[in-house]
């Protein structure tokens, strides 16, 4: 009698298969996510998620256009990073005190603690609201943009799309529109203004600045004093 020596495929296992599945899956999305992020390190952005929004609701009336951070005067960027996210040079996309100091402040008076970059990720790529899903996109997003652009290059990207009023995108179109001169010609009082609608830019107006926005304004002339004026951001 012949006995026939036959070997059955072994069957790949489960776990195996998985790892290999979800290996291959996290590096399409590294790609995409790269192909999404590293251009605009040198490059324009073209668009952003918010500024098509606006496009949308604004019926295509948006007022934008790009200019150098070289081009922009001293007192916006510190203006800004005053107003908005005073640590911006030392952290690396968050700021956790001001996070924990925002949860333990009553609901009734809670304020943001998203850093420039947070608002950078979420102004290119995401959609306004609180959802859980937003907020965990726009941390996956900060951190790949901390990671490979420098900071001097989040702060001129974010002056460029960031908005001030409605459909007015960037510095260069508050400055044209709201007080009739080139960014490089904003005084300190008038890159104040501007920094202090970020909040809620189509709400608050720079141009006709409320009581609140005035204040505000001083509020944060003052701290950009108390930083050391533009100096604070020579080293980015």
Do not use: C
């Amino acid at each position: 009698m012949i006995h026939a020596n036959i070997s059955m495929p072994v069957p790949k296992k489960p776990k195996k298969r998985f790892r290999r599945y979800a290996a291959t899956a996290l590096g399409v999305v590294m790609l995409v996510s790269m192909a999404l992020t590293l251009p605009w390190r040198w490059i324009a952005p073209p668009t952003t998620a918010f500024i098509l929004q606006g496009r949308l609701h604004h019926k295509g009336r948006i007022h934008q256009r790009w200019v150098p951070l070289n081009e922009i005067s001293l007192a916006l960027p510190i203006a800004v990073v005053a107003a908005e996210d005073q640590k911006f040079p030392h952290h690396h996309g968050f700021d956790f005190q001001s996070l924990s100091e925002a949860l333990r402040e009553d609901r009734r008076h809670r304020r943001g603690a998203s850093t420039i970059s947070q608002q950078l990720a979420k102004n290119l790529y995401l959609w306004p609201g609180r959802s859980v899903l937003r907020k965990a996109l726009e941390a996956y997003f900060t951190v790949i943009i901390e990671f490979t652009w420098p900071k001097r290059r989040i702060l001129e990207v974010y002056l460029n799309v960031v908005e001030f009023g409605p459909g007015v995108y960037g510095v260069d179109a508050a400055s044209r529109l709201f007080f009739g001169k080139h960014p490089s010609r904003i005084t300190s009082h008038e890159a104040a203004l501007l920094a202090a609608v970020l909040p809620s830019p189509k709400r608050m107006s720079a141009h006709r600045p409320s009581e609140y926005v005035r204040k505000r304004a001083f509020e944060i002339e003052a701290a950009v004093r108390a930083l050391g004026g533009p100096g604070y951001l020579a080293r980015l």
